[in-house]
């Protein structure tokens, strides 16, 4: 019924910049939550950012002062800049909404498809 969909990824060298965006689509009824997770290989998935309806974003001292997220509400949309990036960036980054839709109380949690980021030294 909630589908997210990435775009933006690709390769950039250390040092460049790429904007991520995530788009909800489906019977949406309200998104109160967002936040971008990366998963390098061999990794475990971790968080890079993340922001409630409402409250100031929060991201882990490794994404930082380069990291930023921003969401559009109109648009069901979120977005992830990233600057400075660095060798270690490199991962496929997800997606990460909850969301309630129209008809249920019930929060879903959704999972988009995720994008590829691969920063070259």
């Known amino acids: 019924q909630v589908q997210l969909v990435e775009s933006g990824g690709g390769l950039v060298q250390a040092g460049g910049s790429l904007r991520l965006s995530c788009v909800a689509s489906g019977n949406i009824r309200e998104i109160d939550y967002w936040a971008w997770f990366r998963q390098a290989p061999g990794k475990q998935r971790e968080l890079v950012a993340s922001?409630?309806?409402?409250?100031?974003?929060y991201y882990p001292d490794a994404a930082k002062g380069r990291f930023t997220v921003s969401k559009d509400n109109t648009r069901n949309t979120v977005y992830l800049q990233m600057s400075a990036l660095k060798p270690e960036d490199t991962a496929v980054y997800y997606c990460?909404?909850?969301?309630?839709?129209?008809?249920?109380?019930?929060?879903?949690?959704?999972w988009g498809q995720g994008t590829q980021v691969t920063v070259s030294s």
């Open positions: 990460n909404s909850h969301i309630f839709i129209w008809g249920s109380s019930t929060k879903h949690e959704v």
């Open positions: 922001i409630f309806t409402g409250a100031s974003a």
